[in-house]
């Protein structure tokens, strides 16, 4: 059995994102090459086994939500796509992803998502503050529950 979620983001940005966000949210959305400086997501520790059995921590970085193409257990494809909006009604950049991820993902992808809730357009926010950024929904399951950012914090699946 797999630990796979769907990963489902469908957000309006405000327009004060500057050239350095934008480009690394293009990388994380697989739409762009990696640029020198990450600043949203700064570290992606990565533990590996040397030949003496020691640990070593090193840094990976990697697009957090980049597939595309076929998903692996969720159905469907995975993608992400960021637009420059022509009407604004609740933000200048339209961003969707549906990505699969792993519990094990869950830390790393809260920074970016905690981020992204920062940046949201004034629709998504609820009257206790809290942002919806879209939902999850376990692979096996037809029931999606929402993906809400709480204090600064992903409310993930349990």
């Known amino acids: 059995m797999a630990d796979i979620f769907e990963l489902m983001l469908t957000l309006d940005l405000r327009d004060e994102l500057s050239e350095e966000e934008l480009a690394e949210l293009r990388w994380h959305l697989g739409l762009c090459p990696k640029p020198e400086i990450l600043r949203i997501v700064t ?94 929904r376990f692979y096996e399951s037809r029931q999606a529950e929402p993906l809400v950012v709480r204090d600064g914090v992903v409310i993930w699946p349990s």
Not at 101 to 126: M, N, V, Y
């Open 43 to 136: 570290e992606f520790p990565f533990v590996n086994e040397t030949d003496d059995g020691e640990l070593v921590v090193e840094d990976h970085p990697q697009p957090l939500l980049g597939h595309h193409g076929e998903a692996f257990k969720v159905g469907g494809a995975l993608v992400s796509i960021l637009l420059r909006r022509e009407r604004t009604w609740c933000g200048v950049w339209a961003l969707t992803s549906r990505q699969e991820i792993h519990p094990d993902q869950f830390d790393l992808t809260g920074e970016l998502l905690s981020w992204l809730a920062t940046k949201a357009g004034d629709c998504h926010r609820r009257f206790d503050g809290s942002v919806d950024l879209g939902w999850t």
